[in-house]
């Protein structure tokens, strides 16, 4: 385990067998002083790095004056940086806090619910702002607030390590979420959950031993309506629309050939000729090229599936603030077509 590196800008005052301070002699040589954070190193793949209470208290408040950098809990700090938007800077904000967790909690415990699907990578979409771990026993629940404590037997099938840190299997924190979130938020983490390899059978028998608990009857219409092939959190939120709404389940990333080339549709409905695109900020961002280039390329596809005889429904984020609009421009679609 690499060591933190010690703290620097104050030079610490030695005591002598008189009891009188006394300071190190000074080096030859010009001293060279850095007043940067230092990060506390624990991992090489950690979520985020931090800056522990091992630092120098002064350099902690001068930091903290200097907006260097924020507060995650007591005695765990983050290095400050400029915001990636607010759905990036809320996941920072939790790695963070998951990091702070496991560098200090001591009593045993796995990371949980939400807090285990963001070790494991799934897609998460409205991040509750507290971490969870599970623990098969706890003296105290109180304390930090934002720390929440599941006191419950966990199967040690259910226990494994990811990125270094205990936590739920893919499998038992894609349960945990299907019956602790909304539906709609639910099915963003198994979706994702399934593209990241769980079992689908072992969900649904972790979800089988769960029968009259809470929550459990909304997991099993998440669980029958997830599809490994939901390519994004914006996708599977459209799906669940859609499916609330009783319109007919869309097929998922359907290839279509036109003649200015091969497209992939995100949900379609191929006898119909009626498609939707989820449009999320990320791909007018510059990660995929250009905006001018790829605001072109998206025109040019349009036109194609267009001359192709589809009718193409796009939706954004905004959009999905109120699915109401969405969902009967798709069904006017839908009833064109199939009527």
């Not at 996941?91 to 939400?114: G, T």
């Not at 299997?169 to 019956?179: E, G, I, K, P």
């Not at 379609?268 to 990320?282: L, N, T």
Request: with cysteine; hydrophobic share 40%.
């Amino acid at each position: 385990m690499n060591r933190p590196q010690p703290g620097r800008g104050c030079r610490p005052v030695l005591r002598g067998a008189t009891g009188r301070s006394s300071r190190p002699p000074a080096r030859h040589g010009p001293v060279v002083r850095d007043d940067t954070p230092r990060p506390t190193v624990r991992r090489d793949d950690g979520l985020a790095a931090l800056v522990l209470t091992r630092h120098l208290p002064s350099e902690v408040r001068a930091w903290r004056r200097a907006g260097a950098i924020s507060r995650v809990r007591r005695g765990a700090y983050t290095i400050a940086g400029p915001s990636r938007g607010a759905a990036l800077d809320r996941e920072e904000r939790a790695s963070a806090y998951i990091e702070a967790v496991a560098a200090q909690l001591r009593s045993d415990y796995w990371f949980s619910h939400e807090s285990a699907a963001l070790v494991w990578g799934c897609g998460i979409v409205g991040l509750s702002g507290r971490t969870h771990v599970t623990q098969e026993w706890c003296s105290s629940t109180r304390g930090d607030p934002r720390l929440v404590r599941h006191t419950i037997d966990l199967p040690p099938a259910e226990r494994t390590v990811w990125r270094g840190l205990p936590v739920t299997t893919l499998a038992r924190t894609a349960v945990d979420c299907a019956t602790s979130m909304t539906g709609r938020h639910g099915l963003v983490v198994v979706d994702s959950a399934l593209r990241l390899g769980a079992d689908p059978e072992e969900i649904r028998s972790i979800l089988g031993a769960r029968a009259g608990g809470r929550g459990v009857r909304r997991a099993r219409i998440v669980v029958a309506r997830a599809d490994q092939k939901s390519e994004s959190p914006g996708e599977s939120l459209v799906r669940w629309e859609i499916l609330d709404a009783g319109l007919p389940t869309p097929e998922l990333q359907v290839v279509v050939h036109t003649t200015s080339g091969t497209y992939r549709l995100d949900l379609a409905w191929s006898a119909a000729r009626v498609a939707v695109e989820f449009d999320g900020y990320v791909k007018y961002s510059g990660g995929f090229g250009a905006a001018p280039d790829v605001v072109f390329a998206e025109k040019r596809r349009q036109d194609a599936l267009e001359a192709a005889g589809w009718i193409v429904v796009r939706v954004t984020w905004d959009d999905l603030r109120d699915p109401g609009p969405t969902i009967a421009r798709i069904r006017r679609a839908l009833s064109t077509r199939l009527s």
